[in-house]
T-cell receptor, first 116, second 113 residues
Framework: DSGVTQTPKHLITATGQRVTLRCSPRSGDLSVYWYQQSLDQGLQFLIQYYNGEERAKGNILERFSAQQFPDLHSELNLSSLELGDSALYFC???????????????FGEGSRLTVL | AQSVTQPDIHITVSEGASLELRCNYSYGATPYLFWYVQSPGQGLQLLLKYFSGDTLVQGIKGFEAEFKRSQSSFNLRKPSVHWSDAAEYFCAVSTQGAQKLVFGQGTRLTINP
């Protein structure tokens, strides 16, 4: 158990809909990272938050947004969903905000999104 | 641009045989290197990491990896695999000041009994 909790574990929805994925980081970790894992793209970095502030952005679509709340949990919002958004979405947390000096990201078990 | 290549998409080895998974990176700065393992239905777990110093690093579950700067490689090895090692393995790279890990495409390991 990594200590990172993601909900829901599975989600099935239709095209055009909007969903919210939730992540609770390990106790004490200030950074939250979101990654998307799909068969064709592999693991793609989406976005990082550190103590409530956006720190880095990767290949995140404009239809997607995220935030980190004062209690450090994070939500990833996916809107106007398309078939191609079907993927496994991972949240990871780290004690540090930048540089990944310790290098260890602790990953949740992921939220599997299926768009029909 | 930073990139990580894992040349082998799928590898099959027999239980008890040795294993080497390849990883090559393209990075301008001194890299921080990692290997993660993903079991079916699970998140990623860190096996080992390299920042500096001894180029041979030991990890959990009997794995080790060797950093070879001249070859831009960080190959993962295990002298004798167990059936429980069947999983997907990801190599990842970062640098100091970077805000993210860049992952390779992964290598799926199958173990024959």
């Amino acid at each position: 158990d990594s200590g990172v909790t993601q909900t829901p574990k599975h989600l099935i929805t239709a095209t055009g809909q909007r969903v919210t994925l939730r992540c609770s980081p390990r106790s004490g970790d200030l950074s939250v990272y979101w990654y998307q894992q799909s068969l064709d793209q592999g693991l793609q970095f989406l976005i990082q938050y550190y103590n409530g502030e956006e720190r880095a952005k990767g290949n995140i679509l404009e239809r997607f947004s995220a935030q980190q709340f004062p209690d450090l949990h994070s939500e990833l919002n996916l809107s106007s969903l398309e078939l191609g958004d079907s993927a496994l979405y991972f949240c990871a947390s780290s004690a540090l905000g930048g540089g990944l000096r310790t290098g260890e990201l602790f990953f949740g078990e992921g939220s599997r999104l299926t768009v029909l | 641009a930073q990139s990580v290549t894992q040349p082998d998409i799928h590898i099959t080895v027999s239980e008890g045989a040795s294993l080497e998974l390849r990883c090559n990176y393209s990075y301008g700065a001194t890299p921080y290197l990692f290997w993660y393992v993903q079991s079916p239905g699970q998140g990623l777990q860190l096996l080992l990491k390299y920042f500096s110093g001894d180029t041979l690093v030991q990890g959990i579950k009997g794995f080790e990896a060797e950093f070879k700067r001249s070859q831009s490689s960080f190959n993962l090895r295990k002298p004798s695999v167990h059936w429980s090692d069947a999983a997907e393995y990801f190599c990842a790279v970062s640098t100091q000041g970077a805000q993210k890990l860049v992952f390779g495409q992964g290598t799926r390991l199958t173990i024959n009994p």
